[in-house]
Each structure stands twice: as C-alpha cells, then as structure tokens.
Nanobody, 111 residues
Framework: QVQLVESGGGLVQAGGSLRLSCVAS????????MAWYRQAPGRQRELVAA???????NYRDTVKGRVTISRDNAKNTVYLQMNSLKPEDTGFYYC?????WGKGALVTASS
C-alpha cells in the first residue's frame, strides 16, 4: 500500500509560479508511470503531465513550455514545477501512480 500526499498548492497571481510536491509513504521505484492530474470546478479530471521511471515525460498541450514534471525515486517524491500560471490552470491537482491517488492540492491563479 502506497499513500501519496501532495503539497505546495496556493494562491498566486497570473504569471506566477508554484512547485507541487507529492511524497509517497512507500517506494515509487517500481511504479513505472507517475503523473499529475487536475480537476477544475465543473470539469472532468485531466492529465497534466507524466513521467516514467526512466525519466521520459509527457505533457498536455496547454501546459507545454510552462510546466515541468520530475521524480526523485530516492526521496519517493514527484514534483510539478508550474510557471507562467494562467487562471485556467486553477483547480485541484492530484498525484497518481498505478492505482494510488493523493487527496489533492488546490492551485488558484487569479487574474
């Protein structure tokens, strides 16, 4: 059983930056794909970014060039660096690996 806990959310003005962290209670070394999803009010949860155990990354088109996902297997942590935040980036951000989900961190980018 792995528990995922997100942190680093908050309120920023549009154009600002935040770094989200996801700390796992157990090892993520064996989890091939770790990802960040987000869910805005009234909308479905959507994939933001993903990273494989080998470091290959994938991003949704609307965040490319502004967001960087990374993982530190030694620290059992996955990060999401978000720059040039836009109001449409607002929502709850969830960490995911296999069947495990965190409870989410709220990101609000005000215009």
């Amino acid at each position: 059983q792995v528990q995922l806990v997100e942190s680093g959310g908050g309120l920023v003005q549009a154009g600002g930056s935040l770094r989200l962290s996801c700390v796992a209670s157990g090892s993520i070394f064996s989890i091939y794909l770790m990802a960040w999803y987000r869910q805005a009010p009234g909308r479905q949860r959507e994939l933001v970014a993903a990273v494989t155990s080998g470091g290959t990354t994938n991003y949704r088109d609307t965040v490319k060039g502004r967001v960087t996902i990374s993982r530190d297997n030694a620290k059992n942590t996955v990060y999401l660096q978000m720059n040039s935040l836009k109001p449409e980036d607002t929502g709850f951000y969830y960490c995911n690996g296999n069947e495990y989900w965190g409870k989410g961190a709220l990101v609000t980018a005000s215009s």
